[in-house]
């Protein structure tokens, strides 16, 4: 486990991550298969490429799903992730390293909860970020303990 990030540890300009991910074609038939997502171009590269895909893509909610891990991680036992959205704007393929990164842009106090908002995406190898979000993340107070 992860050494717990406090709220007075962080400023705005602090990094989150990174957290490398390196999907594989057996990662998306396992989660095709948990999330009910079996659209053929997250596992047939025949049917992809007819569809004009350089090969078979990441589901754009695995991505989602790796970002939430990472918005997690930061969080820690002790804190939780308030809000989280992401868009995609590129595609990913498996047998491709990705990499999960983030900065926070805000500090604040939230309905009593200390806070901070992170511009958090996920990049491919050339560094392009293929998948722009962001999360609210709830950290516990050093002075509440």
């Known amino acids: ?71 997690t991680d930061f969080a820690g036992e002790h804190g939780w992730v308030r809000k989280l959205g992401v868009q995609y704007r590129g595609m990913d393929q498996p047998g491709t390293k990705v990499i999960c990164r983030g900065k926070i842009t805000k500090k604040y106090t939230d309905a009593g909860h200390p806070a901070v908002d992170c511009e958090i995406w996920l990049e491919n190898a050339k560094g392009e970020k293929t998948t722009p979000g962001t999360a609210t993340i709830y950290l516990p107070s050093r002075a509440a303990h």
Do not use: R
């Not at 050494?3 to 999907?23: A, H, R």
């Open 1 to 71: 486990m992860a050494k717990q990030i406090y709220y007075e540890d962080v400023e705005v300009g602090s990094e989150i991550g990174p957290l490398e991910k390196n999907p594989t074609t057996q990662q998306l038939v396992k989660y095709a298969g948990a999330s009910g997502d079996f659209y053929q171009i997250h596992y047939d590269k025949d049917f992809a490429l007819a569809n004009k895909l350089p090969g078979v893509i990441l589901h754009g909610a695995l991505k989602n799903a790796f970002l939430a891990q990472l918005a």
